[in-house]
């Protein structure tokens, strides 16, 4: 019978295309993945890799082999999930990866919920961009994401995943208090000249700000370049920069500055996603339920408008 574990290490290097990384994702050295996938090879009596001088491929044969790999591992999960709810307790440990603004608008909240109604659920979060998040989520480092996509950077789909969409977030343009700008803006392009703060460039957020910027005529002038909002939101309050900011932030952590309507009113999707297989998972059902009566709970924030 096939190793199931050894074809575990098979899609993921897959998906990574290196030993290297296949091995760090799933925590083994990689002389440990190279053997492992040498006996695979002998078990299965077909060629399975392909090695060039960087990367290594999958032949069609260990592609094949690969999807069913992840089907065996899904339906796995699917039976733990289906022991956990007739257990009729929701506890164990959730490892939940998410971005900044989840972490500082709402998790508290959703937290306390989870206390009160599952206190054998304990939930482990880390901060992760969305890229590195999926990957530790099909390398099972991570039970669920709580992920955020931004108009016109569509995420791609991806085979094995459950999303689940929670809220639309508005997107705001956030200016420092009345009085540090030498005139107020009529309209996105008249802060051509002034200092932004913004993600990098690399990032989702950061490549969505840019091209709100450039889609009304001119290039941000980024003076600072970084991931934090509630450093962008500093930056802003002090007088030394405008920003794009989400609406999850505006209370408390946007108090005092004016939040500006942008054109075309557009909203980031803040959503969940975990495996197909761990989807039904109790733990999975309680935190997005929580997580959804947190995010319900958020008030509207008020923002004037501003034209193209």
Do not use: K
């Amino acid at each position: 019978m096939l190793n199931l574990t050894r074809m575990r290490l098979l899609s993921e290097l897959g998906r990574r295309g290196t030993i290297a990384a296949t091995a760090e994702a799933l925590r083994y050295s990689p002389s440990a993945v190279s053997q492992q996938l040498s006996l695979l090879e002998r078990e299965t009596g077909a060629r399975l890799l392909e090695r060039d001088a960087r990367r290594v491929r999958l032949t069609p044969a260990a592609v094949e082999l690969a999807r069913h790999a992840d089907a065996a591992v899904a339906e796995l999960e699917r039976a733990e999930a289906d022991l956990a709810a007739g257990d009729g307790q929701t506890r164990g440990v959730l490892s939940v990866a998410s971005f900044q603004s989840v972490v500082l608008g709402v998790a508290p909240s959703a937290l306390d919920l989870l206390r009160e109604r599952h206190p054998e659920l304990e939930v482990v979060m880390t901060q992760r961009e969305v890229g590195e998040a999926y990957r530790g989520l099909l390398a099972h480092r991570f039970d669920l994401i709580v992920g955020e996509e931004y108009p016109g950077v569509p995420e791609p789909v991806r085979a094995g995943v459950d999303r689940e969409d929670l809220m639309a977030d508005p997107m705001h343009l956030v200016l420092p208090p009345s009085g540090s700008l030498t005139h107020r803006p009529h309209r996105l392009a008249d802060l051509a000249d002034a200092p932004w703060a913004i993600d990098p460039e690399d990032t989702v957020t950061g490549s969505w700000a840019r091209a709100v910027c450039r889609s009304a005529g001119f290039e941000p002038r980024v003076q600072f370049e970084s991931p934090d909002p509630l450093l962008q939101a500093h930056l802003v309050r002090t007088g030394h920069a405008v920003a794009f900011i989400p609406g999850m932030l505006a209370d408390p952590h946007l108090d005092g500055l004016e939040l500006v309507r942008l054109p075309g009113d557009p909203h980031r999707m803040v959503y969940t996603t975990a495996r197909v297989g761990r989807s039904g998972h109790p733990a999975i059902g309680a935190f997005r339920r929580a997580l959804g009566e947190a995010l319900a709970s958020l008030r509207p924030a008020p923002a004037a408008s501003v034209r193209v």
